[in-house]
Nanobody, 121 residues
Framework: VQLQASGGGLVQAGGSLRLSCAAS????????MGWFRQAPGKEREFVAA????????SYADSVKGRFTISRDNTKNTVYLQMNNLNAEDTAIYYC???????????????WGQGTLVTVSS
């Protein structure tokens, strides 16, 4: 499977963005999907993961209640709706696919190229 992330951009604090991760090749429904982010000078960190639409959802504490991960298997796409953004959310966001449901980046086999989210305060 190949992954293409999009939807990043510049947004003011308190605003919203929706990221998309389009999968091609093998259907993404066979995989657990995750979103990660990496801010300048920091390690890549887990943001959210999803198994099926409403079964198997996981969020980092820092985004819980603000971000929502979802997937549309008919479109082979995973989304990350981000609300009430703040400056600490500024990072490159990556989507990834795994054969296990996990928050560990090393367990993800396939990564998209990343999309930059910049939140101005």
């Amino acid at each position: 499977v190949q992954l293409q992330a999009s939807g990043g951009g510049l947004v003011q604090a308190g605003g919203s963005l929706r990221l998309s991760c389009a999968a091609s090749g093998r259907t993404s429904s066979n995989y657990y999907m995750g979103w990660f982010r990496q801010a300048p000078g920091k390690e890549r960190e887990f943001v959210a993961a999803i198994w099926r639409s409403d079964v198997g959802l996981s969020y980092a504490d820092s985004v819980k209640g603000r971000f929502t991960i979802s997937r549309d298997n008919t479109k082979n796409t995973v989304y990350l709706q981000m609300n009430n953004l703040n400056a600490e959310d500024t990072a490159i966001y990556y989507c990834a696919a795994s054969t296990t449901f996990t928050a560990i980046p090393g367990r993800y086999n396939t990564w998209g190229q990343g999309t930059l989210v910049t939140v101005s305060s």
